[in-house]
């Protein structure tokens, strides 16, 4: 084993492919396919799920690479302090429902980067997606919510995916309008006041379930429903169309203006936000501080952070 062999399975695992990894490195995709076999065969595992549709670690692949990434990391460290080396490009993903606060956690994090060089990724997708790039090692860590509707379903799935459920808080039902809404005014709505109104909500693509809702009460009938894939439009369509949608009721001004606010919704129902993360791989740096920053941000907000 040596510290290259390392170093060319994170970078393949951060690319995605054996290909773009090459490409990165400026090499032959035949010397990164003979470093992982030669790895494979020294420690009698197999690292990587080949597949016509791309790669994916295996079990054995994502405790590897857990290991992997803290030998390089304390080998950054040795190599700072003791031959003045520049800190390594940063790297972090990170994958989440259309949440305001996991945006300004993100811009708090790129604030305090403590690198001249970093590439950190922010997908905003959709639930299955957020599953799916998190048991790949396509991100880090993701954040989604869970209710009593969705819990027993989305659970199989993360434990079938060998994923954990952290939560970070608990949220009562709001609803988003825009600031010049007929309903404005109010101090709590229900769902028969919004009727008249069409209803915004995130698509989520041939993964169209109920259970993979971003809205609470996703089973409850609109007369008028539109459904977008990015926050931007969905604001812009609060504002040109009186639309609503019901959310977590965390808002930013500073990212989104003031133009959007929040109402709470009268319901017996509550959202238990929270992250996932495979417990085979350790946390990198940026990962582990943009968790610190995500929760100061909840606190700040008056939030009780639950882990």
């Not at 994170?10 to 773009?20: A, L, R, V």
Request: proline share 4%; glycine share 4%; charged share 20%.
């Amino acid at each position: 084993m040596t510290l290259q062999q390392l170093r060319y399975i994170s970078k393949i695992i951060n690319c995605g492919s054996f290909n773009e990894a090459a490409h990165q490195l400026y090499t032959a995709q035949s010397t990164l396919s003979s470093a992982v076999k030669e790895l494979e065969n020294e420690f009698h595992i197999e690292i990587f799920n080949r597949t016509p549709h791309g790669i994916s670690l295996t079990a054995e692949g994502a405790e590897f690479l857990s290991y992997a990434r803290q030998i390089l990391e304390q080998t950054e460290l040795l190599e700072q302090r003791y031959l003045n080396r520049p800190p390594q490009k940063q790297l972090c993903a990170i994958s989440t429902q259309h949440y305001a606060f996991a945006v300004e956690a993100f811009v708090a994090l790129i604030q305090e980067a403590d690198s001249e060089e970093y590439k950190f990724t922010l997908r905003e997708t959709r639930t299955h997606d957020i599953i799916e790039d998190v048991s790949t090692f396509r991100s880090e860590l993701g954040i989604l919510y869970l209710n009593d509707f969705n819990r027993n379903v989305l659970l199989k799935l993360l434990k079938e995916k060998h994923l954990v459920f952290c939560p970070l808080f608990n949220a009562r039902p709001h609803v988003f309008l825009n600031c010049h809404h007929p309903l404005a005014e109010q101090k709590m709505l229900t769902l028969q006041d919004l009727a008249p109104f069409p209803r915004l909500s995130f698509e989520q693509g041939e993964h169209n379930s109920f259970y993979y809702s971003e809205e609470i009460l996703s089973t409850e009938e609109a007369a008028k429903s539109i459904y977008v894939s990015d926050r931007a439009t969905l604001f812009n369509l609060l504002i040109g169309l009186n639309g609503y949608t019901l959310c977590s009721g965390v808002l930013n001004s500073t990212l989104n203006g003031n133009s959007i606010i929040s109402v709470p919704l009268k319901s017996n129902e509550q959202m238990q936000i929270g992250w996932i993360y495979n417990p085979k791989a350790k946390l990198s740096r940026p990962a582990a501080h943009y968790l610190q920053k995500l929760k100061g941000i909840l606190q700040q907000d008056g939030f009780q952070v639950l882990s």
